[in-house]
T-cell receptor, first 110, second 111 residues
Framework: SQQGEEDPQALSIQEGENATMNCSYK?????LQWYRQNSGRGLVHLIL?????REKHSGRLRVTLDTSKKSSSLLITASRAADTASYFC??????????FGRGTQLTVWP | AAGVIQSPRHLIKEKRETATLKCYPI?????VYWYQQGPGQDPQFLIS???????DKGSIPDRFSAQQFSDYHSELNMSSLELGDSALYFC??????????FGPGTRLTVL
């Protein structure tokens, strides 16, 4: 992957549980963005965290960033069946192109 | 709110044929990006345009070309199609070069 690695590659949980996905990257960043993709559909922007930020919240989403470890994590609290999707982290370049990780396939069982 | 529009949504072509994919960005967005996502793969950047000029180029085959028109819509032209070109092709638009808004994608199948 151009971006780095995400783990786990697949995560299966029950509704109401929390889901944590991790992302590592290889080079310095201006920002890190998380996207969701329902099967075969378009990518939906979830949250952007800048390199000078350590944590960011949006509804049930919490993103952390550790630039010293070149890693980020996405936490989805109180998951729902509708959260079932692939989740990608991406690093943005100065010209705007996004480098995506391989993604985590999250399955939330009712 | 208006979103990115891509057409067609599905396209089936034979090997060695040509395909044209269209993208209509969100109004007032000046930058368009194209990505290719193979089966089970992460999206890979192809090319981008800012104010109708090519601004960045990624791993786009020489058989592919693209442009952005005066109304800011963009077209991706793919010639001499190969089986390996079968993929989802996404267009994204942006006004800030940070947050990108993705279209629903065009699923290209090459037989």
């Amino acid at each position: 992957s151009q971006q780095g690695e995400e783990d786990p590659q697949a995560l299966s949980i029950q509704e109401g549980e929390n889901a944590t996905m991790n992302c590592s990257y290889k080079t310095s960043i201006n920002n890190l963005q998380w996207y969701r993709q329902n099967s075969g559909r378009g990518l939906v922007h979830l949250i952007l965290i800048r390199s000078n930020e350590r944590e960011k919240h949006s509804g049930r989403l919490r993103v952390t960033l550790d630039t010293s470890k070149k890693s980020s994590s996405l936490l989805i609290t109180a998951s729902r069946a509708a959260d079932t999707a692939s989740y990608f982290c991406s690093r943005g370049s100065t010209l705007g192109r996004l480098y995506f990780g391989r993604g985590t396939q999250l399955t939330v069982w009712p | 709110a208006a979103g990115v529009i891509q057409s067609p949504r599905h396209l089936i072509k034979e090997k060695r044929e040509t395909a044209t994919l269209k993208c209509y960005p969100i109004p007032r967005h000046d930058t368009v990006y194209w990505y290719q996502q193979g089966p089970g793969q992460d999206p890979q950047f192809l090319i981008s345009f800012y104010e109708k000029m090519q601004s960045d180029k990624g791993s786009i085959p020489d058989r592919f070309s693209a442009q952005q028109f005066s109304d800011y819509h963009s077209e991706l032209n793919m010639s001499s199609l190969e089986l390996g070109d079968s993929a989802l092709y996404f267009c994204a638009s942006s006004s800030t070069r940070t947050e990108q808004f993705f279209g629903p994608g065009t699923r290209l199948t090459v037989l």
